[in-house]
């Protein structure tokens, strides 16, 4: 009898634990099936997915330098200012390698194009687990940087194609999510696998880098000029929806309230035919482009200022050590994806009801509560005083993603989308760059480093913050005329105006 109580026990135990899996099986099966119908079926789920993915293994990688860096600076005897330059040549590198690759974007097969880098990725990340020294680890990052970039322009390219201009702004928000996971998981789950070896950090990302390899080159090309959506299998497109259509939603507004394109910039030829330099000189000649560039760069240069200095800022402001300053961020991180959903969803919403500058609005409301939301942050000494006001600051501030994304391929011929991109993330990627240079630079030279110096300059950088609704504001009267050249040239089966 005493033999079989603990056999009992452990009968009881492996019962339970079965019991525990079953149910987690059944929950796990239950949320993939709830999201796939909240994204419109498996089809659209699944290219949802893995392009939220590869923005995600990116930010990760970029995040896990960061969260590496006392290991990197201990195990190759570097300094914090090699750290930095790890971080700005990449993010250089990328910015110029954008270009290239917007090229191949609107020219040559996207999806084999895309999984193509990222086993060039997984190649990189062990080339960076391996390096001796840090000119060899330079060296990896610098072709890190460079075959990264190719995300960017591909991903535009291809949520032109594959879904309505109705949705764009909801489906930006999914995939930015993930981009802001993955960030997530870089600083946090490959910190605390670089805690026991950066190189691990490094390798861990290898993996799942050639696994999504596969998924990308399985999905399907789409039809350039927006004609290749994927329907939505639960809800029925708005009436007068441009799928299958040459125009977008907010093209066709346009056009039914009359508006005249601009004829300096209605295309001529074959948006193919141009070259990167002239393709760069005219999209920078769209006013509203430049706007929402200048307005998008403003955001991400105060995040990227963030992402470097937010622990140290926590840590001297609210008294908090190290993982609770870590764990803070990861809290606020909740705020900025919901902000990515609710920006898109918000802005697709005021299009379908006839507001065609909806997305804009969302962008201008969002811009504005920002510097509002984080002022107060920054002169409170209290964690808990302060958390309710971060999050909401990260929350208007990535809301502006999704619609800003969404109207810039409102404003742009089809055939242009991913050459447009790439000169969006080269001057973006600028801005990120110097983020943490003059971040650190106005800290300690302008108001005398330490805590103090730190929490001025983060009130200084509020006026970007600022800047970015002004130039929003600015862009809400060209938006309507540059949609109606844009339907100019989308109009045309070519994806081509005839000269003439």
């Known amino acids: 009898m005493q033999c079989s109580e603990p056999m009992a026990d452990e009968s009881r135990g492996q019962s339970i634990l079965a019991g525990l899996a079953s149910l987690a099986g059944a929950a796990a099966e239950a949320g993939a099936d709830r999201l796939t119908v909240a994204l419109g079926g498996r089809e659209r789920a699944r290219v949802i997915l893995v392009l939220a993915s590869v923005l995600g293994l990116s930010a990760a990688d970029v995040s896990t330098v960061g969260a590496s860096a006392t290991e990197l600076r201990h195990g190759l005897h570097i300094s914090n200012t090699d750290i930095g330059l790890l971080v700005t040549t990449t993010s250089l590198v990328g910015a110029v390698a954008t270009l290239p690759f917007g090229v191949l974007a609107d020219r040559v097969r996207r999806t084999s194009t895309l999984a193509i880098a990222i086993v060039l990725w997984a190649l990189a990340m062990i080339w960076s687990a391996t390096a001796s020294n840090f000119h060899e680890l330079l060296l990896a990052r610098i072709f890190l940087g460079a075959v990264t970039a190719a995300a960017g322009p591909i991903i535009a390219s291809l949520v032109g194609d594959y879904f309505g201009g109705w949705e764009r702004g909801r489906v930006y928000g999914y995939i930015l999510a993930g981009e802001l996971l993955g960030a997530g998981f870089g600083f946090a789950v490959s910190g605390d696998i670089a805690a026991a070896s950066w190189r691990a950090a490094f390798v861990i990302l290898a993996i799942p880098a050639l696994v999504l390899s596969v998924f990308v080159a399985r999905l399907p090309e789409p039809r350039r000029g927006g004609r290749g959506v994927l329907p939505h299998e639960t809800e029925s497109p708005p009436q007068h929806a441009d799928e299958g259509a040459h125009e977008t939603d907010a093209q066709r507004l346009a056009r039914e309230r009359g508006l005249e394109a601009d004829p300096d910039l209605v295309l001529q030829g074959d948006p193919r035919r141009m070259n990167i330099v002239e393709a760069t000189r005219y999209v920078l000649r769209i006013r509203t482009n430049i706007f929402l560039i200048a307005a998008s760069a403003c955001g991400y240069y105060f995040l990227a200022g963030v992402q470097t200095f937010g622990v140290e800022?926590?840590?001297?402001?609210?008294?908090?050590?190290?993982?609770?300053?870590?764990?803070?961020?990861?809290?606020?991180?909740?705020?900025?994806?919901?902000?990515?959903?609710?920006?898109?969803?918000?802005?697709?919403?005021?299009?379908?009801?006839?507001?065609?500058?909806?997305?804009?609005?969302?962008?201008?409301?969002?811009a504005v509560?920002?510097?509002?939301?984080?002022?107060?942050?920054?002169?409170?000494?209290?964690?808990?005083?302060?958390?309710?006001?971060?999050?909401?600051?990260?929350?208007?501030?990535?809301?502006?993603?999704?619609?800003?994304?969404?109207?810039?391929?409102?404003?742009?011929?089809?055939?242009?989308?991913?050459?447009?991109?790439?000169?969006?993330?080269?001057?973006?990627?600028?801005?990120?760059?110097?983020?943490?240079?003059?971040?650190?630079?106005?800290?300690?030279?302008?108001?005398?480093?330490?805590?103090?110096?730190?929490?001025?300059?983060?009130?200084?950088?509020?006026?970007?913050?600022?800047?970015?609704?002004?130039?929003?504001?600015?862009?809400?009267?060209?938006?309507?005329?540059?949609?109606?050249?844009?339907?100019?040239?989308?109009?045309?089966?070519?994806g081509a105006r005839p000269a003439g």
Do not use: C
């Open 313 to 366: 800022f926590a840590k001297d402001q609210y008294g908090v050590d190290t993982a609770l300053a870590n764990l803070l961020l990861i809290v606020i991180g909740v705020g900025a994806v919901g902000g990515v959903l609710a920006g898109g969803a918000l802005g697709d919403r005021l299009l379908r009801r006839g507001r065609l500058s909806g997305r804009i609005y969302v962008a201008i409301g969002a």
């Open 369 to 494: 509560l920002t510097p509002v939301l984080f002022g107060p942050a920054l002169f409170t000494h209290s964690a808990g005083g302060a958390l309710p006001y971060l999050i909401g600051g990260v929350f208007v501030l990535s809301a502006q993603n999704p619609p800003l994304d969404a109207a810039r391929l409102d404003i742009m011929p089809p055939l242009l989308w991913g050459r447009a991109e790439s000169v969006r993330t080269l001057l973006r990627s600028v801005a990120q760059a110097l983020a943490p240079l003059l971040f650190g630079a106005v800290s300690d030279h302008v108001f005398g480093g330490g805590r103090g110096g730190l929490q001025w300059t983060f009130v200084v950088m509020l006026v970007p913050l600022a800047a970015s609704a002004y130039l929003l504001f600015r862009a809400r009267t060209s938006y309507p005329r540059d949609v109606a050249t844009a339907a100019g040239a989308s109009r045309w089966p070519s």
